[in-house]
């Protein structure tokens, strides 16, 4: 008989250090939807209560899609804050994805009914907020509020994607996402672009036409 998985437990430490340092709402940050080549790109900041566990929270991409929809309503039961924000495909093709990235962490920092004072961030870079912050490399998968805010973007922006592949049926944004698959390359040969896609990032494409 197999052994029972034991789920992943991902602790505050980072979190505690910071509140050592005189701070009192740490929000973690991540984002979901860099890569794509349509779409948003969306940023989630999280108030996780002090001390609190998590069972099963890690890194979005380590997560089945099933499993990351049953975790977001545990994330936002359980928090103490969260906000959402984004960056639409107009606003990536004018500023680029990095710019736009650092946009969409704003917006989500902003939307938290509960001000946060510091931020944690996923990666290696940040600017921007109207907080001080630090930047974690591979917090999503280490640092707890960010982890439960990667599951929060990556749950909203799918469920967007999905919600528009209904509007827009022959690119099959319900299977990819907006990522760049074969059959979204192909579906881009056939029918062009739609105004989900990211221009700058269909340049060859587009010059092709």
Known sequence: MAKRKEPILLTMDREMEVRA?????????????????????????????????????????????????????????????????QAREEEIDSINILQATFLAMRRAVEALPIPADYALVDGNRIQGLPIPADTVIGGDGNVLSIAAASILAKVTRDRYMRDMAVQYPEYGFEKHKGYGTKAHYAAIEQYGICPLHRKTFLKKVLNNK
């Open 21 to 85: 340092r005189g701070f009192s709402a740490v929000c973690g940050i991540d984002e979901a939807g860099r890569g794509p080549l349509a779409g948003p790109v969306v940023a989630a900041a999280v108030i996780l209560p002090e001390g609190i566990q998590l069972p099963g929270v890690t890194d979005s991409k380590k997560i089945t899609e099933k499993k990351r929809e049953i975790l977001f309503d545990f994330v936002k039961e359980n928090a103490l804050a969260y906000g959402i924000g």
